[in-house]
């Protein structure tokens, strides 16, 4: 949805009317991104994606249709057996698509979506889901409103990192929860072929990446958002990465990784913890780096890091999905 926001805002600042789509449910459907939306105009052109586009036109006209006292509508659409294929999807599904008329979202909504950092929409729907009205909210203790038990939700799922949309009951009616937690930033100190496979890397997964050569040029990084930071010490040299992991460690970006051998380990332990840091924070280190996959080349270590790095934004323990109940 963040590709959506300097389009809705245009919209804003043109007078333009429309409505943001996205769904209330799904099954099925294949791997897909969970910030996937659409956004309609009042002459039924979609901006964004959803589902491959195979529901635009039927989404288009459903919008249109809504009756002028109703902000919001719910619609079923499912593709099954040769309608994957030609929509380009991996596997058949079903969804509860919410139409919201554009003027209920909140137009911070949209500016904190373009400035990147952390937000959560939550959205009060009525039982017939026919008006919806939204309000944004963020990790700190700052609000824009909406019930407690909802905003407590929202920074509950902006602080695992990961997008998402969660529907629920609360005494005050049906809600959505949106959370869009800032794109991860990775901070990679030292250079060669294993920083630049690194950063490649990153933008398969759309996160961003810089890599610094000086310790001063990613402790400034790292302090800019540090929330959204995930540093990957490469250096061996302690005037450089000593420095970088404390300030890591004591501003408390989410995944601290550092390559090295056990004893490179060790040394960087000593030192840190010379200067000041408890055996909590230096357990926070990640290191050796990477889940264990086997990897022996650069390209798949690169690929070992930045899955470690995925699982840690998720607090979640590796396994294999075979063995999963879900």
Same mark, same amino acid.
């Given at each position: 949805m963040r590709e959506l926001a300097e389009t809705a805002r245009q919209w804003a600042a043109q007078g333009r009317t429309g409505f943001l789509v996205r769904p209330l449910t799904e099954r099925g459907f294949g791997p897909r991104r969970p910030a996937d939306a659409l956004l309609i105009d009042?002459?039924?052109?979609?901006?964004?994606? @959803?589902?491959?586009?195979?529901?635009? %036109?039927y989404l288009a006209a459903e919008a249109a249709a809504l009756p002028a006292d109703h902000t919001a509508g719910v619609r079923e659409v499912s593709v099954h057996d040769d309608e994957v294929k030609r929509a380009g999807l991996t596997c058949g599904g079903h969804a509860e698509v919410l139409l919201q008329s554009l003027h209920t979202v909140p137009a911070r909504w949209w500016d904190l979506l373009a400035d990147g950092t952390d937000a959560a929409l939550i959205t009060r729907l009525d039982e017939a889901r026919t008006r919806a009205a939204g309000t944004v909210t963020a990790p700190g203790p700052e609000a824009d409103g909406g019930p407690a038990e909802a905003v407590e939700r929202a920074r509950e799922l902006l602080s695992r990192r990961r997008t998402g949309r969660d529907i629920r009951p609360t005494d005050d009616g049906l809600i959505l929860i949106e959370t869009f937690p800032a794109v991860p930033h990775l901070v990679i100190v030292g250079g060669g072929e294993l920083a630049e496979l690194l950063a490649r890397q990153a933008r398969l997964l759309d996160w961003h990446a810089t890599v610094e050569s000086a310790a001063e040029d990613a402790v400034r990084l790292l302090a800019q958002r540090p929330a959204a930071a995930c540093l990957i010490v490469l250096s061996h040299e302690p005037d450089v990465d000593v420095p970088v992991l404390s300030a890591a460690l004591t501003t408390g970006v989410p995944y601290v990784g550092a390559?090295?051998? /056990?004893?490179?380990?060790? /040394?960087?332990?000593?030192?840190?913890?010379? %200067?000041?840091?408890?055996? &909590?924070? @230096?357990?926070?280190i990640h290191g050796p780096i990477g889940l264990d996959l086997g990897a022996r080349t650069p390209? &798949?270590? %690169?690929?070992?890091?930045?899955?470690?790095?995925l699982a840690a934004l998720d607090a979640r323990e590796v396994r294999v999905l075979r063995d999963a109940s879900a």
């Open positions: 009042e002459d039924g052109h979609c901006h964004g994606t @959803l589902y491959g586009g195979a529901f635009d %036109a390559l090295g051998s /056990r004893h490179t380990q060790d /040394r960087r332990a000593a030192d840190l913890a010379k %200067a000041g840091l408890d055996e &909590e924070l @230096l357990g926070r390209a &798949e270590t %690169a690929l070992a890091i930045c899955a470690e790095v």
